[in-house]
């Protein structure tokens, strides 16, 4: 049963709602008393009709021309920018993301259509050779119904990484939003598809039990998926029985390496930025940072400085800059990693302020902390935290601090910070990564459009943006004429 007075979501096949039995009450992680609204949890016979719609839609949706292709996204870019201001209470409430974090994902969001529509109009041309004997067209062809399978941390971003290039290539997709990160992405989506045709973007809700059943359908060419490692090896697995193709954009143990050149002030305000925006909570964020022994000291007390000025809260407190975590599961986990932390002989420091302390467990709140001299073998060094929990290690050769920073299975983002351009390029060519950032912890909107976003080792499969994640999209043709 739905109630009318809570914000109500439920599946989209088709161009059309479809109510179901089953309805997952989402809460407020700042404010635990407070339902946010209502999900609908779709079943493996939703799923089926889904895709059947997907396929359907497909036949057709691939012979439209990409001129009016590339005229429907670039109006979907502009109306979920127009819309952004109806969901961003929204988001914020379901996610315990900042909504001027949430705005500015929007704002990405749709330019990575509109970089997406850009980037096709030669990306899709065939290539043509020919001599005196024959002549060849490899010609690029969409491959069907894609399943994207989307995290709660950015779920715009995440979900137009894999829709704008599906589609302009003349795809149609399923979306699977995370469960505690549904709402707002779908009010989007369902703005969007009323601009396509019926079938072309279709959205389902719930669990392990509806990715399974996305990820095994027969009609499902490849899946797409946003996410953590084991989730990935179930994937992969069902996707291995009719050899499906698949795309995994996985998670990151980032580093961050400070050379002793490096201006401490003007770094720092872009260095913490990169480490506890959306409370630590995302794929490519500084999760360590590696600090030459000759300025640690100099160092650690600006960072911790910069830190203490976070002033923890609810997301729709205008003053807060730091908010809850998004899910209980996350928030234990820090929790218990500070302790073990501490149990290992770290100094922890909390630092930050907080908003509201009387309604504090209320909410899944956690001051950001720094761990003080980390030994490079800590868990909290080791591991990926997910959350507002950073260690700084303490190093003494570039050789030293190359050698620590691989030492790990994931290798997705990466970022070295010097005043020397030349001797950051160098080390920045020695980590293994998908990805370094030299001054900043991110791309700029140069990067964002040409840089294949995604990681090395166990941090994923393929790319996403640029040409090369239009390529995850496309299979080859080729065609050869014999003249004689």
């Excluded at 961050?256 to 794929?283: T, W």
Aim: glycine content about 8%; overall charge negative; hydrophobic content about 45%.
């Amino acid at each position: 049963m739905t109630s009318p007075d809570l914000f109500t979501l439920h599946l989209l096949i088709d161009n059309q709602d479809v109510a179901v039995k089953n309805y997952l009450e989402v809460r407020d992680p700042g404010r635990f008393a407070e339902v946010v609204g209502l999900v609908a949890q779709a079943d493996a016979s939703h799923v089926d009709q889904a895709v059947l719609a997907a396929h359907k839609a497909f036949g057709s949706w691939r012979r439209t021309s990409l001129a009016e292709r590339s005229a429907l996204l670039l109006k979907a870019a502009d109306l979920i920018e127009a819309q952004a201001g109806s969901v961003l209470e929204l988001m914020a409430r379901e996610s315990g993301m900042l909504v001027g974090t949430n705005k500015a994902e929007i704002g990405m969001a749709a330019n990575i259509i509109r970089d997406n529509v850009e980037l096709a109009a030669d990306f899709l041309k065939p290539r043509q050779v020919e001599d005196d004997a024959s002549w060849v067209s490899v010609e690029k062809r969409p491959i069907g119904v894609i399943a994207g399978i989307v995290s709660w941390n950015a779920p715009v971003i995440l979900t137009m990484r894999k829709l704008a290039p599906a589609l302009i290539c003349g795809n149609t997709i399923v979306i699977k939003p995370s469960p505690t990160g549904a709402m707002g992405i779908s009010t989007l989506l369902k703005h969007m598809a009323a601009l396509f045709p019926p079938g072309v973007i279709n959205v389902v809700h719930g669990g392990a039990e509806v990715g399974h059943a996305l990820s095994t359908h027969a009609l499902v060419r490849k899946i797409s998926f946003t996410g953590g490692g084991e989730v990935a090896q179930a994937i992969m697995k069902d996707a291995a029985r009719a050899i499906k193709d698949v795309q995994f954009e996985l998670g990151g143990n980032d580093p961050a390496i400070i050379l002793e050149d490096a201006r401490i002030e003007d770094l720092m305000p872009k260095l913490v930025g990169g480490i506890f925006r959306r409370s630590g909570q995302f794929c490519f964020a500084v999760k360590r940072v590696y600090v030459p022994e000759s300025i640690y000291d100099t160092f650690f007390e600006a960072m911790c400085r910069e830190v203490d000025q976070f002033k923890v809260g609810h997301p729709l407190d205008p003053r807060a800059t730091l908010g809850p975590m998004n899910n209980r599961h996350q928030w234990q986990f820090i929790k218990d990693l500070h302790e073990r932390t501490r149990a290992a002989g770290a100094d922890v420091i909390e630092l930050g302020q907080q908003l509201d302390p009387a309604s504090w467990d209320q909410g899944y709140y956690l001051r950001p902390a720094v761990v003080k001299r980390a030994d490079p073998d800590l868990e909290v060094v080791t591991t990926e935290q997910f959350g507002p929990l950073i260690p700084v290690v303490a190093y003494r050769s570039e050789a030293d601090v190359i050698r620590m920073a691989n030492q790990t299975e994931l290798g997705l983002g990466s970022s070295v910070w010097s005043a020397d351009f030349d001797r950051a390029l160098a080390l920045a060519r020695e980590l293994e990564a998908g990805m370094t950032f030299i001054n900043q912890s991110g791309t700029s909107r140069l990067g964002q459009k040409n840089i294949p976003f995604g990681g090395v080792k166990q941090s994923g499969i393929g790319r996403e943006s640029s040409e090369v994640g239009l390529a995850e999209y496309v299979q080859y043709h080729g065609i050869n004429y014999h003249k004689r």
